[in-house]
């Protein structure tokens, strides 16, 4: 209980802390917004009967927004603080690491929460996204945006082993996060990629995302469009849960305290 | 040799036999090392003389290779949270909490803390009111230190680790500081400290631990280090236009004599004893 309680004193620091990074700010909250009014304006064009492409992007950019405030950000912020100094001192104290790991899951809950509200609305107010009216839609984007968090947030940790120094943390995970968000169909529509690619992109978790995202905010037609001919749920909850698990097993492994020297 | 291991004494931090090697590199190479509770010790050498780790040891941070390790009555390496709600680290450098300010960093961290210590004190303590509100990348060095010190001594802790904390300060700060530190050590804090300024261990340490080459050389109080207090006196002067030096055992008598050779005032005239620092670089110059 404790734990729990320094874990949400720990989100509000760490909250605090990335609203006075404008930097962060603007990249992690505005800049999909932002990608949003550039694709949105310029693609107006009807992707299948009903579907625009801004409609397909919304969806995209809410599925990548999951491994931009999750995934990305930690990949490139824990390096930064294992730099800094910040771990090493809270591991001098009688902090319990669980609650670490709680403000950093809260500070990626907080984000994501504001950004998709940010790409919903613009989405709906300038580019005619509907938002889905039935339950099951809105039970179908709880647990794809609830696995897509818990694993993204997972992985974002395992892999901010991998960076050597904090400074050299952007510049690797970024072309990461970019190259799955050409191949999993954020930026193109994913039955208009080389199959290779597909398979490429299957692998990885953000395919899997963008298609529970367009499950949620695209017309039910539009299952036909997919390269299974369906939306996949079973597939898509499977896949999300292997990358969890990874993600779990590579966290509490690999995660350090201290630079490697 | 006096290595300061003393048995059937309260210590709050005991060390034997202490290892850690660096691939071919002893950076510790046989540690005996007794802290008394309640006492402060200061641990002196040059850098790479193995001082940082064996605080960092002794903090939980690093694995030994080998010996035996005993902080409040337990092995560091396999210590937990409620061990480490009683000792509080200040380390030797950090960039951290460039965003959030003082007052908060503080607030924060007092949540870690079975029984902290009152947050506004704690800030009057290390003299940091006027900048309670400034953030971290705001404060200038020796604030920094002051932040880092405010957060090692927020949890009330029983012993306090200090890697050369005054690094920065200027002279005013640093006596505001050993002030400081003097009062925690009334209150019954032990203190291990490693420093550069030598008159600062003098000042603080109740003893003080002599390392080189992974090694404790002596261990003994600031004004018995070295043989410091039998060493000879030094009478320096000036006679027929050049300085002239005297080293002697017993400066009394030799002053008497030298004052006759004068009609007035012996010109240029100092009596003094080794300073710690003299008895220091001598011992790590001899060590080579």
């Not at chain 1, 905010?217 to 001919?229: C, D, G, I, R, Y």
């Not at chain 2, 409040?72 to 450098?93: F, M, T, Y």
Request: net charge neutral; proline share 4%; with cysteine.
């Amino acid at each position: 209980m404790n734990t729990f309680k320094i874990g949400v004193s720990r989100g509000n620091l760490e909250i605090r802390q990335f609203l006075r990074q404008r930097e962060s700010v603007v990249f992690t909250l505005l800049f999909p917004v932002l990608l949003l009014l550039i694709f949105g304006s310029v693609f107006k064009n009807t992707i299948a009967p009903g579907v625009t492409f801004s409609q397909y992007f919304v969806a995209g950019m809410i599925a990548s927004g999951l491994i931009n405030t999750g995934f990305q950000q930690l990949a490139i912020m824990i390096p930064l603080e294992r730099d800094d100094g910040t771990l090493k001192r809270l591991r001098g104290t009688p902090m319990p690491p669980t609650s670490y790991f709680i403000g950093k899951i809260l500070s990626v809950l907080a984000c994501m929460i504001v950004q998709i509200v940010l790409l919903l609305v613009v989405g709906a107010l300038m580019f005619g996204v509907q938002l889905p009216t039935d339950l099951g839609r809105w039970v179908t984007f709880t647990w794809v945006t609830l696995l897509g968090i818990t694993g993204s947030t997972l992985l974002g940790i395992a892999f901010s082993s991998v960076p050597r120094s904090g400074r050299g943390a952007s510049a690797m995970v970024t072309p990461i996060v970019l190259v799955l968000q050409f191949i999993s169909g954020v930026f193109f529509i994913f039955n208009q990629l080389p199959s290779w690619m597909q398979n490429v992109a299957s692998i990885f978790p953000l395919k899997w995302l963008t298609q529970g995202m367009r499950s949620v905010f695209l017309p039910e037609s539009f299952a036909s469009q997919e390269v299974a001919k369906s939306w996949e749920h079973g597939r898509v909850a499977l896949m999300l849960t292997i990358w969890i698990a990874i993600g779990l097993v590579l966290a509490l492994k690999t995660f350090r305290w201290e630079r490697s020297r | 040799m006096n290595t300061g291991v003393h048995t059937g004494v309260n210590n709050a931090v005991e060390i034997r036999g202490l290892i850690k090697t660096y691939g071919e590199t002893h950076a510790v190479a046989g540690v005996d090392l007794n802290v008394r509770t309640g006492e402060v010790f200061a641990l002196l050498g040059p850098n790479g003389a193995g001082k940082t780790t064996t605080i960092e040891i002794l903090e939980g941070y690093r694995d030994r290779d080998g010996g035996t390790v005993s902080v409040l009555g337990e092995d560091p390496s396999k210590a937990g949270l409620s061990w480490r709600n009683k000792i509080g680290i200040v380390l030797q450098s950090n960039n951290d909490a460039a965003e959030i300010t003082v007052e908060e960093i503080l607030n924060f961290f007092s949540d870690y803390y079975v029984n902290p210590r009152n947050v506004d004190e704690v800030i009057n303590a290390v003299g940091l009111e006027e900048k309670r509100k400034a953030r971290g990348r705001e404060l200038s060095g020796g604030q920094r230190r002051r932040l880092d010190v405010a957060l090692g001594i927020l949890g009330n802790p029983e012993l306090l680790f200090l890697d050369e904390p005054t690094t920065g300060f200027d002279p005013e700060a640093r006596r505001a500081f050993w002030d400081l530190i003097r009062g925690l050590r009334a209150d019954g804090t032990t203190i291990l400290l490693t420093t550069h300024y030598l008159d600062e261990a003098e000042a603080l340490a109740d003893r003080v631990g002599v390392i080189n080459h992974g090694r404790i050389i002596e261990v003994a109080t600031p004004a018995t280090l070295g043989g410091r207090d039998s060493a000879k006196v030094i009478v320096r002067w000036s006679e027929n236009g050049s300085a002239q030096e005297e080293r002697t055992d017993s400066p009394t008598e030799f002053l008497r004599s030298l004052g006759t050779r004068f009609t007035g005032e012996i010109p240029d005239l100092t009596v003094s004893r080794p300073t710690l620092e003299d008895i220091y670089i001598s011992m790590i110059e001899g060590q080579g």
